[in-house]
């Protein structure tokens, strides 16, 4: 459940350049380390790259996390099924 929770901190931080690493962890409640294995997973090839870690352009030591469009695609389809 956390990687679908984290997605979806993602998705929410989309239209403001991306989440940053520190806000998912504050605002999911989950460890850090747990967030960095999740982030890890969601954007390894065999998850399809929902996921994508790029320098914060304000501050490279930030990673700021964005979905990829096969992220966007994952969860309009998680979505549907929700209904």
Known sequence: MSRLQILLHVASRSESGGALVRDLVK?????????????????AAQMDGLIEQVPDPEDPRRVRVHLTRRGE???????????
């Open 73 to 83: 695609s994952f969860l309009s389809g998680v979505s549907n099924v929700m209904g």
């Open 27 to 43: 605002e999911s409640g989950i460890n850090q380390s747990s967030v960095a294995r999740a982030l890890s997973m969601l954007g």
